[in-house]
């Protein structure tokens, strides 16, 4: 696997808040940068996106490409893994939420691609840490905007 980007946000909303808006990917076209549609191939017993497939549109990057999502029991984890993409050889992520207390949660997102395209480290590094910050930043407008 290639090297992970992390980054963390705290947001003023519970946990269960949190992962419901993370867990509502047929919705992420409303809010998430450059996804212009999301459908789901496969749930989990418990109604949960196990496989989605996403497509994405932003400026020069546009790709469809399917994820597999690992919900974890306690409601605090997602990862995913790529299943299937264009322009991605791998993709792994996770969102790690840390209840602060007084309804607040800092939210970890971790974040590894590999483009098929040969990409320097320094430059995928970037745009990693650039992918995240947006992502943090639209995912806690949402929730707090929720509220």
Known sequence: MAEQSTQ???IDAAPGD???????????????KGVRETE???TDDEGRAREVRFTLDSGP???????????????????WHLVKGQMQKSQ?????????????????????????LPMIGLLRRKAEKM???TALKELKRRVEGRS
């Open 131 to 133: 992918i995240m910050d």
């Open 61 to 79: 990057v546009k790709d469809v490409y399917t994820l597999a999502y690992d919900w974890a029991d306690d409601g605090l984890s997602v990862s």
């Open 18 to 32: 949190i992962m419901a808006v993370i867990g509502d990917l047929p919705a992420y076209p409303e809010w998430a």
């Open 92 to 116: 792994e992520g996770r969102y790690l939420l840390d209840p602060l207390g007084d309804g607040r949660t800092k939210v970890t997102y971790t974040l590894s691609v590999e483009l098929s």
């Open 8 to 10: 963390s946000i705290e």
């Open 40 to 42: 789901v191939l496969d």
